[in-house]
């Protein structure tokens, strides 16, 4: 399993980013797909989630309402539109997969296919 997150970037509290992750080595469609952050200093942690058809997703309660995870499993690619950053959202952000096929994997620990990370920072 192969996992390409981009879209990263610095940008001004407030504003506005679009990560994307793209998978490949085996049938996207049918596994849920997270984002993760990890903060200098902190643990990483579960952002967002979504069900292998987007029909049921998870948030963390610091990012609901500014941030909207989506799959386009036409595109093998899961995406993260985050609004409204702010300073404290600044981390690497981590797609990952779990290896399990279940309508939907909320547990951290279940994902354990992972890209590389892309940085976002935003400044105050």
């Known amino acids: 399993v192969q996992l390409q997150a981009c879209g990263g970037g610095l940008v001004q509290a407030g504003g506005t980013l679009r990560l994307s992750c793209a998978a490949s080595?085996?049938?996207?469609?049918?596994?849920?797909m997270g984002w993760f952050r990890q903060a200098p200093g902190k643990e990483r942690e579960l952002v967002s989630a979504?069900?292998?058809?987007?029909?049921?997703?998870y948030y963390e309660d610091s990012v609901k309402g500014r941030f909207t995870i989506s799959r386009d499993n036409a595109k093998n690619t899961v995406y993260l539109q985050m609004n409204s950053l702010k300073p404290e959202d600044t981390a690497v952000y981590y797609c990952?997969?779990?290896?399990?096929?279940?309508?939907?994997?909320?547990?951290?620990?279940?994902?354990?296919?992972w890209g590389q990370g892309t940085e976002v920072t935003v400044s105050s």
């Open positions: 990952a997969s779990p290896d399990r096929i279940s309508d939907f994997i909320e547990d951290p620990y279940e994902y354990i296919y």
């Open positions: 080595g085996r049938t996207f469609s049918r596994y849920s």
């Open positions: 979504i069900n292998w058809n987007g029909g049921s997703t």
